[in-house]
Nanobody, 119 residues
Framework: QVQLVESGGGLAQPGGSLRLSCAASGSIRSITVMDWYRQGSGKKEREFVARVRGRSTRYEDSVKGRFTISRDNAENTVDLQMNNLKPEDTAVYYC?????????????WGPGTNVTVSS
């Protein structure tokens, strides 16, 4: 079973930066997509933030130019560099990945890491 663990959350001031990391472990054969979602307080659903697939990246409009997603294929990790943070970026951030493990296709989520942007 593939497991994802996020790290790097915390408190930042508006305009500040944080870097989130996510590590995948287990009997992984290949990872197709790694991405980040977030869920703000009071929000019913998780919101897409950023995705990396191969050499292609995609971002939600509100984070374009501020967030950068990067992946280390050898280590099965994905990072999210968040700059110029805004209070509306406050949320629980979740790492997600899909691909193939020893039993077949997998679709995994991490437990989430809190990000608070406040002065």
């Amino acid at each position: 079973q593939v497991q994802l663990v996020e790290s790097g959350g915390g408190l930042a001031q508006p305009g500040g930066s944080l870097r989130l990391s996510c590590a995948a472990s287990g009997s992984i054969r290949s990872i197709t997509v790694m991405d980040w979602y977030r869920q703000g307080s009071g929000k019913k659903e998780r919101e897409f933030v950023a995705r990396v697939r191969g050499r292609s990246t995609r971002y939600e409009d509100s984070v374009k130019g501020r967030f950068t997603i990067s992946r280390d294929n050898a280590e099965n990790t994905v990072d999210l560099q968040m700059n110029n943070l805004k209070p509306e970026d406050t949320a629980v951030y979740y790492c997600h990945a899909n691909g193939l493990d020893s039993r077949g296709p997998f679709n995994a989520w991490g437990p989430g890491t809190n990000v608070t942007v406040s002065s």
